[in-house]
């Protein structure tokens, strides 16, 4: 088990970094708001979960304990992947999953790519017991500052939550209001959080 990687980023994508490490580049699957807080060059430590499967080794990265904990426990449900446990992630801090779980919110589950009505209803069920009371108070967490760059980022995040592209632009010039309202550092996490409310109700 790889627990964390410490080291300077090497590399950006739109969902990965690869941070350097002991000469090696380590590729990491992030979330936007992960990927938001890192420059290339800089050091980074992300606390890391691996997943194993026949075909491949994934390592997914995160800011702190609490979201790789996270990660891990949405796993425990059935039919809860990596995939579907980062999207989660991306869209909702691990506070307001368990704000979402602990007061039955099936509507903050629906707003994650992949997850309806009736799933929303059964992750509700078992979960309830798995990922704990919240640990702070007030609305949920979501998201980071971000200087500039946030058409870009929400775009990739899109695209790398499986939208098309067509359907990221689309997304991206819905909340384009909301984004100049926050002023010069618009939060990416809201503005997905609205993008895929906006996706949702188109589909």
Known sequence: MIAFVSGPVAALAPDSAVVEVGGIGIAVQCTPNTLSDLRIGQEARLATSL???????????FADDDERQTFVLLQTASGVGPRLAQAMLAVHSPDALRRAVSTGDE??????????????????????DRLGEPLGTGGPAIGRPVASGWREQLHAALIGLG?????????????????????????????????????????
């Open 51 to 61: 997943v194993v499967r026949e075909d491949s080794l994934t390592l997914y990265g």
């Open 107 to 128: 509507k903050a589950l629906t707003a994650v790519p992949g997850i309806g009505k009736k799933g929303a209803q059964k992750l509700l069920l078992e979960l309830k």
């Open 163 to 203: 939208y098309a592209t067509r359907e990221a632009d689309e997304a991206v010039s819905a909340v384009e209001p909301q984004a100049e309202a926050a002023g010069a550092a618009p939060q990416v996490g809201p503005l997905l959080k609205a993008a895929l409310q906006t996706l949702n109700r188109a589909r």
